[in-house]
Nanobody, 121 residues
Framework: QVQLVESGGGSVQAGGSLRLSCADS????????MGWFRQAPGKEREFVAA????????NYVDSVKGRFTISRDNAKNTVYLQMNSLKPEDTAVYYC??????????????WGQGTQVIVSS
């Protein structure tokens, strides 16, 4: 079973950057599309980005296009989310997930525990 551990969250001012990482201790994520979701206080969890198992295809929610980049290093069993030009509305708990596909409403195989991102104005 995939066991995902996120890191890299923190507090940053608007306009700043953060890079989230997601590692799999079982070394199995290379077999799956991977993605990031987020949940802001009082809101439902939402899709942010996804990447194919080979890294050749990606998908993003419109609100982060041009600011966030998802990538993966299969040799390191790690998926990344580079977040630039952060806005206060990006504040949320960010979750890594192993997916079934790249579509926005894809089913999820496994979730990480989440990492908090706080963007102050």
């Amino acid at each position: 079973q995939v066991q995902l551990v996120e890191s890299g969250g923190g507090s940053v001012q608007a306009g700043g950057s953060l890079r989230l990482s997601c590692a799999d201790s079982k070394r199995t994520i290379n077999n799956y599309p991977m993605g990031w979701f987020r949940q802001a206080p009082g809101k439902e969890r939402e899709f942010v980005a996804a990447i194919s198992w080979a890294g050749s295809s990606t998908n993003y929610v419109d609100s982060v296009k041009g600011r966030f980049t998802i990538s993966r290093d299969n040799a390191k069993n790690t998926v990344y989310l580079q977040m630039n030009s952060l806005k206060p509305e990006d504040t949320a708990v960010y979750y890594c997930a192993a997916l079934f596909s790249l579509i926005v409403d894809t089913a999820v195989r496994s979730w990480g525990q989440g990492t908090q991102v706080i963007v102050s104005s």
